[in-house]
């Protein structure tokens, strides 16, 4: 199976390193979440943000109690002495679940995120709606929120106006590629939102996870290259026979560490699920269950 020359050695997030705090730019700090995980990398990033003595916190890690020593240093280190409110890329644990821990810390302050609700409603703390388009403003900075689902229903990316630079979230990596969940994302609609973001030309991006991308555009642009490139390598192994999902990732991830391979499973049934919408490939008649245990055939 033909692979491309980058996943001869493909670039993971397991053993990266960060600093725990950065200075991204004068209006961007990076405080760690201090979440590790094989999918992670060293933790979420979340991000101070703006200029004056209070501040916008763009995501909050997952809550662990290693987290809040570092926002503290980081609030100090950048001369922010509150926070305006809280702004969430998405509902997943690792960006939602410290939101409750840094309301103790800083006291009551507004929550911002795009709806979702069969996930929101398990948080005990009241979200305000975040609109696709809406803008939230502080000293120094100005960010307007994109919708961009496709890892998350629920997914916002926001555009720093002054630097034309992106938050990206889960949607653009610092190191590696997004998982596409096949129970709750879609790589169709991930696909629209990276080409929304190119045409943003963006310079930087801010990720989620890993460090700073300098050239925005481009990164986006080998985004979705890497996407149609995994596209072709599973329509490849399925003309060689290979109909399950195990079975195309033993083939097209045979680079990648096993620890990642489920992972992968993920990202290969959302792949079959956007061939399936576009009638390219079907379910083999009498198999049923989740995408990634069923058997797949070309049309």
Same mark, same amino acid.
């Given at each position: ?129 975040? #609109?696709?388009?809406?803008?939230? @403003?502080? $000293? %120094?900075?100005?960010? !307007?929120?994109?919708? /961009?689902? &496709? ?118 049934? #959302?792949?079959?699920?956007?061939? @399936?919408? $576009? %009638?390219?490939?079907? !379910?083999?008649?009498? /198999?049923? &269950? ?10």
């Amino acid at each position: 199976m033909s692979r491309s020359s980058g996943d001869e050695s493909p670039p993971v997030m397991m053993g990266l390193e960060m600093p725990d705090i950065a200075h991204w730019s004068e209006r961007v700090m990076v405080a760690l979440g201090k979440n590790p995980s094989p999918f992670t990398g060293p933790g979420t990033n979340t991000f101070l943000i703006g200029t004056g003595e209070e501040r916008i916190l763009l995501d909050t890690g997952h809550g662990h109690s290693e987290y809040l020593p570092v926002l503290e240093a980081a609030m100090q280190r950048s001369g922010c002495r509150s926070i305006q409110q809280i702004l969430l890329t998405h509902a997943h644990p690792d960006h939602i679940g410290g939101v409750g821990e840094v309301l103790e810390h800083v006291g009551s302050v507004t929550v911002c995120k795009m709806p979702w609700t069969e996930h929101d409603d398990y948080y005990p703390f009241e979200i305000t709606p975040l #609109a696709d388009g809406q803008v939230i @403003e502080t $000293e %120094g900075a100005r960010l !307007r929120a994109l919708h /961009t689902p &496709g890892h998350a229903p629920d997914h916002l990316c926001f555009l720093l106006e002054e630097e034309n630079a992106l938050f990206t979230g889960d949607n653009v990596l610092g190191v590696g590629t997004t998982v596409i969940p096949a129970e709750s994302g879609d790589l169709g609609e991930y696909m629209r939102s990276l080409r929304r973001l190119v045409d943003l030309r963006p310079g930087r991006l801010y990720p989620g996870h890993g460090p700073l991308i300098a050239r925005g555009e481009e990164k986006l642009q080998e985004y979705i290259a890497h996407r149609q490139l995994r596209e072709q390598q599973i329509l490849e192994a399925m003309r060689s026979g290979a109909g399950e999902v195990a079975v195309m990732v033993e083939t097209i991830y045979a680079a990648y560490p096993p620890a990642l391979h489920a992972a992968a499973g993920q990202s290969v049934a #959302a792949h079959l699920l956007k061939l @399936e919408a $576009e %009638g390219r490939v079907t !379910r083999v008649s009498g /198999t049923s &269950g989740p995408p990634t245990s069923v058997r797949w055939s070309l049309v």
